[in-house]
């Protein structure tokens, strides 16, 4: 039987039904939670919670499923693959002194991957829910989370970007004229990411293709991606076309990744076909995920958890698969679970901060949509604190809109603003890669060309007389 | 006389000429980094018009015209609200964005023909712009019917419907009660900076209440700089044909529309483009 806890404050007396209750309860408003029915009723409350909260041991959420153990795989991936030996060091902690212990002078970066594989996402979920957005940055810039493809993504001191030359009709010149703009804006070390306007395997293939020629003419040491379904991908694999990363958005339920049409299985087989791929040249991370916070409700796949609960269980799954990126996708969903750039911005540093706690190479996409009450100060507000903090991609797009996704994300212009205030630079194959082709005059103060590098002018030669795109 | 010869405050993109290729807002120049003044401001005027659209209300009498005009209806559009009774409603409640109003559901039955089964069902829904569904349902519909009228097989259609304060899902539940083997949502996307009329369309095989996502087909950016209606209801048609041959829909259904592209060197499979001309 679900355990309950009871505490009085003052005259009141409060009682949460269960830890996913209490959790739900301790968490920080947003929309989404109110949606689903499980917010604290009052700002007493939620404090209480978090109160509550905060004595209970972290050995809890390993004798206490929140979604059983037989119903739902994610839940089983989290309890068998828990590493006893990792945990050992926090093993004694409640949930508040864990938040102690990640300040902490002892939780240096290195220790901190230590004890990675021995914290769930039900621990992470619980200490961030205690956590003030200060701390939430502090204790993500101490975990580091590297990984690499053809180039090293997540290194101190980085900040890269997911180049996302989106086009309405997939239109091939218009989706290279986009990719031109951002790497002549630095932009592209993540990954050249492709989101197809429709959804299908000849189309994706082509774009496949379209991205693996500009990475080899141009020898960009980069990695693309067409984000369409992970078994859309694997045809593509068998079909032969030029895969770099596979990608899958993903949830923290099992009913959640059913509702998108996949679960565990599908994603271990796509790792392997990748990899048999072999293409990378400095690693070998192949899965590139997309998670954010309310999708889990949004498939009414939730089992009465708090959304930022879900989004760290989603963790669970992304880690399993070694990904070269994760990204949450953090103001995408809309008002219904996010209401406003305050709900946003924390959101967002609640994800990279989970995510790097338990060893996932976060990024995120800081992003609004027109129906959010968001704007582009909130987008800067929040990029700046995910720079602080570490974060290691962030997106890129012309002039911050998506003209097929209809959503506003990071500008490549953003992006060097946020180099250049924190001093942040490139992945460094990439890095160098920029330098040589004399994109930036000076690439270590951030300092553009102002003129056509070389083999580019040359390429702008081969435009077509007559444009095609609207004809 | 020698004039101040400092360089240009704002650096202009030599590659701005790339704009004629695409809507995206690419060789904007920039201020040291920065975006410059007009581009800036561009940008923010763009934002305001969209959030203005998204309270913009479905004008069901404008629509109705529209459909009688060009499709030459035979009769009314059976008009449906859901659940969320205001549009405040419905950007916090999407699960009552979900369901028909009781009102709605009652109406519904009373149009429906009892005991008739339909093949597809016809559901347009206002979703984040009712701009996109203003404008584009009429040529779109034109487009699907005159595509089904040249199937090999019949189509019977279920008396359209139209629904206020919508998501994709209310498709389910009005598809279920007009008894029809598969329902098309035509929906207004959330709008975009430079797209705040952009059409999305959702086919459903069996629809019934409580369908997932991954039961759905997509299709989006249905608009004239956009997917054009033509080609659209080309790719559905595709779609809805297969649907009924294997009676299902999702992700078991993939969209083999562009599948010819594969073959041969058709010019639509080809990824030539300027910067791998040579």
Known sequence: MAQTYHTTVGSRRYRFNGLAELMAKATPPRSGDRLAGV????????????????????????????????????????IDEHDTHAFAPI????????????LSDQATSEALTAVRAGVTPEMAAAVSKL??????????????????????????????TRLQPNHPTDDVTGIAASILDGLLYGSGDAVIGINPATDNVAQSVKLMRLMDEVINKYEIPTQSCVLTHVTNTLEAIEQGAPVDLVFQSIGGTEATNRSFGFDLSTLAEAETAAQTLNRGTVGRNVMYFETGQGSSLSAGAHHGLDQQTCEARAYAVARKFNPLLVNTVVGFIGPEYLFDGKEITRAGLEDHFCGKLLGVPMGCDVCYTNHAEADQNDMDNLLTLLGVAGCNFVMGIPGSDDIMLNYQTTS??????????????????FEQWLEKMQIFEDVSTHRLNDRLPAAFANSLRHLPQEPRYGA | MAHNESPPIVVENPWERLNAFTDARIGLGRAGVSLPTTKHLDFQLAHAQAQDAVHCALDGNSLEAALTNTLGLTMPLIRLHS??????????????????SDESREHLLNAAVTGQRFDLAVVIVDGLSALAVQQNSAPFLAALTECLTRDANDWQLAPFTMVEQGRVAIGDEVGSLLNADAVLVMIGERPGLSSPDSLGLYMTWAPEVGLKDDRRNCISNVRPAGLKAEEAARRLVLLLKEARQLKVSGVKLKDRSEEDVLEGNSAKGSTRNFLVAD
Not at chain 1, 47 to 62: C, D, G, I
Not at chain 1, 91 to 102: A, I, K, M, S
């Open chain 1, 412 to 429: 490549f212009h953003d992006a060097l603003y946020a180099r250049r205030v924190l001093g942040l630079k490139a992945a460094p194959e």
């Open chain 1, 131 to 160: 956590m003030r957005n200060q701390d939430l940055i502090l204790v993500a810039k101490k975990c580091q989370v590297t990984t690499a493809f053809r180039n090293t993504i997540g290194l101190p001191g980085r900040l890269s």
């Open chain 1, 39 to 78: 917010m604290a009723e009052s700002a007493e409350e939620r404090v209480v919670a978090q109160m509550v909260l905060a004595e209970l041991p972290l050995t809890t959420f390993l004798n206490e499923a929140l979604i059983p153990y037989e119903e739902d795989e994610i839940t089983r991936l989290i």
């Open chain 2, 83 to 100: 659940h969320a009774q205001d549009r405040a409603t419905y950007l916090q409640r999407p699960d009552y964005g979900r369901r028909l």
């Open chain 1, 91 to 102: 093993r004694h902690l409640t949930v508040g002194d864990f938040r102690n212990w990640l």
